[in-house]
C-alpha cells in the first residue's frame, strides 16, 4: 500500500468512532485485524451472553472521552418511529425470551450484547450500534459494549416500562383528565386510557373486557402502581404492563397491542382463549377474574385480593322441590309452599347474570322490525327474592345479602340446544346514572349506599340471526369518561382501533352483554328520592 494511501485510510478512521471491542486482560488486535468484523465474531470463543453478566470495568480517562464521542454520534441514529414494544420480548434469530435486547435503529430484537451474541453481530454486519435491555432498560453502544447515559434516552425508556406514582394517577377517573390531551410521534392527540387496541386476528372480544377491566379505578391503581420483579405469574406481569401501556401519557403512537397479554392467556388457558378464533368475553371475564385473583395470592376468604374486594358480592338462594298438587290449576304456576322445607344457601359471586324475556315467535318481513324492550329493573327483578324459577324440579329465588363497590352484571343472551346457538335481540333499556339496587338487597342498614352510576357497556352486533362464532361479530365497548353527569362526564365507543366519542343517549341502543356499574359514594338526592339519569 502507497504512503497516501496509508495516510487516507488512518484519517478516515480517525474521522469515525472507533468500533474495537474493549476486552481486559486482553491484547487489543491492530485497526487492520479490527475492521475485519467478520473474524472477530467466528474467533470469539465466549459464550454468548457471558460478556453481559461481568460487570464493567471503569474505563480510563481517555476511553470515557472516546465512548462519550461514540454515542453523541451513535444518538442520532436513533428511529422511534420503528420501536415498538407490545410485542412478545424474544429474539428475532434464536426466539429466545432470556436477556433480550432491542436495537434502537431498526427495532429489532436480539439475545445477549456479548462478543459471540446476536446484537454483537448485528451491529456488526448491519452498522447499527445503539440497543437497549429490554428488562433494566439500560442502553449500551454496541460492538465496544460500553452503557450510554444520555437524558435524551429518557423517553425510550418510559415507554418500555412506564412508572406511576400516586400523585400522577389520582386524577385519571376526574373531569380534569380530559382537558389533557397527550400527543405522540405523529402529533397526534389522545387521551390516555382511552385508545385503540389492535385486534390481532379474533381477538376483539378479548379486548372489551380488558378495557372494561383496565377502567374500575381500583384495580386500575393496583395494577399501575404495581411493580412485580419477583416470583409473581408471567400473566399477571404482563397484564400490569398492558396497564401502564394503556394509560401512558408518553406513547410513540396513540394505539396498543396486547399481543404480549394475549400470548400469555393462551398458554395460561391451555388453548381456551386465543387470538385466532371467536370466543365469549363472559368466560374470558370469568376466567380472568379467578386467575388474577389467585396469582395475587388470594384465597376464598372475603377480600383476599383486589379482586374479591372490588368485585365480590353474596347472594342468597333459596330452593325448594316441586310437587305436583291435585287442586291446582292445568296453568299454575308452581310456587314455594312455606309448609314445607326451604334450603337456603349463601354463596360469593363476582357477577350478577340475568335472564332476558324471550323474544317473539313471530317477525314481520324485514326480520329486524319487531324489536323487543325491556327495562333493566324487571330483568334484575330475578334478584328481588319473590320471583321464582323452576329448573330440574326445583324452585329457586335469590336476593343478594352483600353488594360489592362494583358490580358486574351479564345479560344472558345466548342459548344453545343441541342443533343450533340462538341469540335474543331485546333491547334492555337501562340509565347512566344512579340505578338504585336496594330492592335486591336484603342487608342491615349499615350496609354501604346502593346506587350505582355505569362506567362500563360491552355490546354485541352481528347479522340477523347469527351468533357470536360468525364472521360478522362485531364487539365495542362504551367507556366513562369523568364523571359526574353532564358536562363532566363523556363516554366513548371502542372498536379495535376505532375511538370515538359517543352521545349518551345512543349507549342504550345496543345488545347489551357486560356492564359494570360504581357504587356511588353519596347518595345524592332530588326531590323525588335517587337522581336517574337517562341520558
Sequence with gaps: MSSSAKHAATSDESTRPSKRVRVEGADHPSPHTQAQGSSIVTTATADRDSDDEEEETTPSRTSQVESQKASDLYLDTINRAVLDFDFEKVCSVSLSNINIYGCLVCGKYFQGRGRNSYAFAHAIHDDHHVFINLETTKVYVLPDGYPVSDPSLEDIAFVLAPTFTPASIAGLSAPTHLQKPSYDLSNKPYIPGYIGLNNIKRNDYMNVVIHSLLHVPPLRDHLLLSSYRGKETELLKRFAGLAKKLWNPRLFKSQVSPHEFLQEVNRASTGKFSLEKQGDPVEFLGWLLNRLHKDMGGTKKKNSSVIFTTFQGEVRMETQQVLVRPDTG??????????????????????????????????????????????????????????????????????????????????????????????????????????????????????????????????????????????????????????????????????????????????????????????????????????????
Design 330 to 535: 292445568s296453568n299454575e304456576k308452581p310456587r314455594f309452599d312455606i309448609d314445607r322445607e326451604i334450603k337456603s344457601t349463601v354463596s360469593p359471586f363476582l357477577f350478577l347474570a340475568v335472564d332476558l324475556p324471550p323474544p317473539p315467535l313471530f317477525q314481520d318481513s324485514v326480520e329486524k322490525n319487531i324489536i323487543p324492550q325491556v327495562s333493566i329493573q324487571s330483568v334484575l327483578a330475578k334478584y328481588d327474592g319473590q320471583k321464582t324459577q323452576e329448573s330440574a324440579g326445583q324452585l329457586r329465588r335469590f336476593k343478594c345479602q352483600r353488594l360489592p363497590p362494583y358490580i358486574i352484571l351479564h345479560f344472558k343472551r345466548f342459548t344453545k340446544n343441541q342443533f343450533v346457538e340462538e341469540k335474543n335481540p331485546t333491547i334492555v333499556n337501562f340509565p347512566l346514572r344512579g340505578l338504585d339496587f336496594r330492592e335486591y338487597l336484603d342487608a342491615p342498614p349499615s350496609h354501604p349506599p346502593t346506587v350505582y352510576d355505569l362506567i362500563a357497556n360491552v355490546t354485541h352486533e352481528s347479522a340477523a340471526g347469527t351468533t357470536h362464532d360468525k364472521e360478522s361479530t362485531v364487539w365495542k365497548v362504551h367507556l366513562r369518561a369523568g364523571a359526574g353527569g353532564g358536562e363532566n362526564e363523556k363516554w366513548f365507543q371502542i372498536q379495535d382501533l376505532i375511538v370515538e366519542e359517543i352521545r349518551k343517549e345512543m349507549i342504550v341502543l345496543g345488545e347489551t352483554i357486560l356492564q359494570i356499574w360504581e357504587r356511588r359514594t353519596d347518595n345524592s338526592t332530588t326531590a323525588n328520592g335517587m337522581e336517574v339519569d337517562h341520558a
